[in-house]
């Protein structure tokens, strides 16, 4: 069996979500659920803090009341509670290096509910091992009828974005088995610059760009993904190049699918931080769908 998939939970609408897309994941692949809360509250200066029991009590509620909610839409489902001392950024980058992957609640535009918020969410995507996808209320998705349960929009398609020039093997296959554990298509889009010799100076008409560079572009993008569509061929794949902003084209894209795959590039030891990059960033904050970003060397 693979490693449990695990969910963040801290009692609100965004974590529910969470751990609803996570349940509906974890059965796709035939694996656990492990729900995951931490109890240590982040100080404030002048705040007045709670005890260490009393804190724990109340995480240990909530806890209990996901763990009860899941249990009761899944029945079928192996589901884990783990209440963990410790700060959330602590918890979940420990939780998600154990996990195949990690599901966070999100409000989207302005950042994380609850427990995450501004840069202790941005911390968890950019230290976290294992992909992470963000998940909004309404936004996770129902199984259909005579359907496997899906994860994040059933019947919807799975958009990838990737690099085609520098393309990361651990984005490409996440995509691509999510495509097919749902039976959805998936659809490559790729965003290319035109380069400074088709450019234009402002207030002039530009010129047309030269078809042979757009094939050239399109050819680049097919024989990336020829390989993985050997690979997985149940997976109807529709590919797409154009120019214009990456992230800007995503987010388009996130509103009419299921399931958008991000990568984020890993640095070396001592470059941790909260940097994503400006497509990861766009898209986690204005996609309206499940964003899943996958690290990659």
Avoid at 185 to 211: M, N
Avoid at 235 to 247: C, D, I, K, L, S
């Amino acid at each position: 069996m693979a490693g449990p998939i695990a969910a963040g939970v801290d009692g609100s609408l965004e974590s529910l979500a969470a751990a609803d897309w996570a349940a509906q994941e974890a059965l796709l692949r035939g694996t656990s659920l492990r729900l995951v809360q931490a109890w240590e509250w982040k100080v404030h200066p002048g705040a007045v803090v709670p005890s260490d029991e009393t804190q724990r009590d109340w995480a240990a509620r909530l806890l209990h009341e996901a763990e009860e909610r899941i249990t009761g839409l899944h029945p079928d489902l192996a589901v884990t509670a783990e209440l963990v001392p410790g700060t959330p950024v602590e918890a979940l980058l420990s939780s998600a290096a154990h996990a195949e992957m990690l599901a966070l609640g999100s409000r989207g535009l302005g950042g994380f509910i609850g427990f995450l918020l501004g840069s202790t969410g941005l911390e968890i995507l950019a230290g976290a091992e294992r992909p992470v996808v963000l998940v909004r209320p309404g936004e996770q998705g129902e199984s259909e009828p005579g359907r496997a349960p899906g994860a994040g929009g059933a019947g919807r398609e799975v958009v990838l974005g990737l690099d085609a020039l520098r393309p990361s093997d651990e984005v490409i296959e996440f995509a691509f088995e999510a495509a097919d554990r749902r039976r959805v298509p998936l659809r490559a889009s790729y965003t290319w610059d035109v380069p400074p010799v088709h450019r234009y100076a402002a207030g002039l008409p530009g010129p047309t760009i030269d078809p042979r560079l757009e094939a050239e572009q399109r050819s680049v993008l097919t024989e990336v993904l020829k390989p993985w569509r050997s690979k997985f061929p149940d997976v109807e794949v529709g590919e797409e190049a154009v120019t214009g902003r990456a992230g800007h084209r995503l987010v388009e894209a996130a509103a009419r699918s299921g399931l958008v795959v991000v990568g984020r590039r890993v640095h070396g030891p001592g470059r941790r931080g909260t940097h994503l990059g400006p497509i990861a960033h766009a898209v986690i904050h204005h996609a309206r769908c499940p964003v899943a970003v996958v690290p990659h060397p």
